[in-house]
């Protein structure tokens, strides 16, 4: 069952912010953190996989993903 949640909103947006943060300042990241250019698309990948969480945390949808995926592994043997 699907339940709004101002505490993973406000988190959500943290993640998308920080996401977005990476997302302009990539080269700059990489190279502070002598990862190099080498790894420039790497530091794009991971900031809009970050973009990609925050959105879901805002929705709430984390919640439903883990329970279909427990629900599917466990085979309903963790009752709420």
């Given at each position: 069952?699907?339940?709004?949640?101002?505490?993973?909103?406000?988190?959500?947006?943290?993640?998308?912010?920080?996401?977005?943060?990476?997302?302009?300042?990539?080269?700059?990241?990489?190279?502070?953190?002598?990862?190099?250019?080498s790894s420039?698309?790497?530091?794009?990948?991971?900031?809009?996989?970050?973009?990609?969480?925050?959105?879901?945390?805002?929705?709430?949808?984390?919640?439903?993903?883990?329970?279909?995926?427990?629900?599917?592994?466990?085979?309903?043997?963790?009752?709420?």
């Amino acid at each position: 069952m699907y339940e709004f949640s101002w505490m993973w909103f406000f988190i959500g947006i943290v993640f998308v912010a920080v996401g977005i943060v990476i997302v302009r300042f990539y080269k700059q990241a990489a190279d502070n953190l002598s990862y190099g250019p080498s790894s420039y698309r790497n530091f794009q990948i991971a900031a809009l996989i970050l973009c990609g969480l925050g959105i879901l945390f805002i929705f709430n949808l984390h919640n439903l993903i883990l329970g279909f995926l427990f629900n599917l592994i466990f085979g309903g043997a963790i009752k709420k």
